[in-house]
């Protein structure tokens, strides 16, 4: 039926809480965690859910931030699927960014102002605890979201100039 519509931030919601529940709960067996990160990032794939989605871009960082922690050194599956949809979200703040202001002149590799500073700050912890990971799977993600990040981090202002002797 066509009718009824789905609440999408409360189904947000809900995907953000099975994704982070215990491991070794029966809420997480048969790898409904994995499926829950994967819902989200796909959820961040669609154009038309990206603008109403944007204020969870610092949560999902978070959540992912913390499952690829809490997954153990195991096997990688868990891990990877963070850092996947880490790259999900970075991808939709920055084609959400594009759309809004279109790169021009010597702007084309800075898109500034595409992901708000907390939201970087905490997919930069991400980065740093991902390319330490023992798996060359999660690496390669992680080398993903480092290139998809890269023109986000570009500073387009005038840095003050100083003199080398600190005054």
Same mark, same amino acid.
């Given at each position: 039926?066509?009718?009824?519509?789905?609440? +999408?931030?409360?189904?947000?919601?809900?995907?953000?809480? %099975?994704?982070?529940?215990?491991?070794?709960?029966?809420?997480? =067996?048969?790898?409904?965690?994995?499926?829950?990160?994967?819902?989200?990032?796909?959820?961040?794939?669609?154009?038309?859910? %990206?603008?109403?989605?944007?204020?969870?871009?610092?949560?999902?960082?978070?959540?992912?931030?913390?499952?690829?922690?809490?997954?153990?050194?195991?096997?990688?599956?868990?891990?990877?699927? =963070? %850092?996947?949809? =880490?790259?999900? +979200?970075?991808?939709?703040?920055?084609?959400?960014?594009?759309?809004?202001?279109?790169?021009?002149?010597?702007?084309?590799? =800075?898109?500034?102002?595409?992901?708000?500073?907390?939201?970087?700050?905490?997919?930069?912890?991400?980065?740093? $605890?991902?390319?330490?990971?023992?798996?060359?799977? %999660?690496?390669?993600?992680?080398?993903?979201?480092?290139?998809?990040?890269?023109?986000?981090?570009? $500073?387009?202002?005038?840095?003050?100039?100083?003199?080398?002797?600190?005054?």
């Amino acid at each position: 039926s066509g009718a009824s519509r789905i609440d +999408v931030l409360a189904f947000v919601r809900n995907m953000v809480a %099975v994704a982070g529940t215990n491991p070794k709960s029966g809420k997480a =067996a048969g790898g409904i965690r994995i499926t829950a990160l994967q819902v989200i990032g796909g959820l961040f794939t669609n154009d038309k859910l %990206v603008t109403k989605l944007a204020p969870w871009t610092l949560d999902i960082m978070q959540l992912c931030h913390r499952s690829l922690r809490s997954s153990g050194n195991g096997e990688p599956t868990f891990r990877i699927a =963070a %850092v996947q949809t =880490a790259c999900c +979200v970075a991808t939709a703040c920055r084609e959400a960014s594009l759309k809004s202001k279109p790169l021009e002149g010597s702007r084309s590799l =800075a898109i500034v102002g595409a992901m708000e500073d907390r939201a970087i700050v905490e997919t930069t912890r991400l980065l740093r $605890y991902a390319v330490t990971d023992k798996f060359s799977e %999660v690496r390669n993600a992680a080398a993903n979201l480092c290139a998809i990040m890269a023109p986000m981090l570009l $500073y387009s202002g005038t840095l003050a100039k100083t003199s080398g002797d600190g005054s």
